[in-house]
């Protein structure tokens, strides 16, 4: 009798190290380090839109789910860079303080 509960872990557990060796591939096409305080932890690294365009970019192609697939896809094109965790938070926090500034 197969062991479905077994077999769906295993399924589960080959796409993580697929996504996981994916993220690590396109961080280190992109220098392998956050932009502005240089951490190499990719637990915590993120690619980010130099432009702040990743809502307008998700929009344009609602398909891309994965953009580390999508960066490998098109060849690592410019416009991105890597920011870990809280650089990526403070830089989009300071983004909308200066939007709001606009509003109010
Ligand atoms: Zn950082």
New binding site residues.
């Given amino acids: 009798m197969v062991n479905y509960k077994r077999y769906k872990e295993k399924i589960y557990l080959t796409a993580m190290e697929d996504y996981y060796r994916l993220k690590k591939l396109t961080l280190d096409r992109y220098g392998g380090k956050?932009?502005?305080?240089?951490?190499t932890d990719y637990r915590v690294l993120d690619i980010d839109h130099i432009f702040n365009i990743g809502g307008i970019h998700r929009k344009r192609d609602p398909k891309v789910k994965s953009i580390y697939r999508w960066l490998k896809n098109n060849n690592y094109p410019e416009g991105f860079q890597i920011?870990?965790?809280?650089?990526?938070r403070i830089k989009h926090t300071k983004v909308n303080i200066q939007r709001l500034r606009n509003v109010f």
Avoid: F, R
């Fill in positions: 956050c932009t502005s305080c240089n951490l920011l870990c965790a809280n650089c990526h």
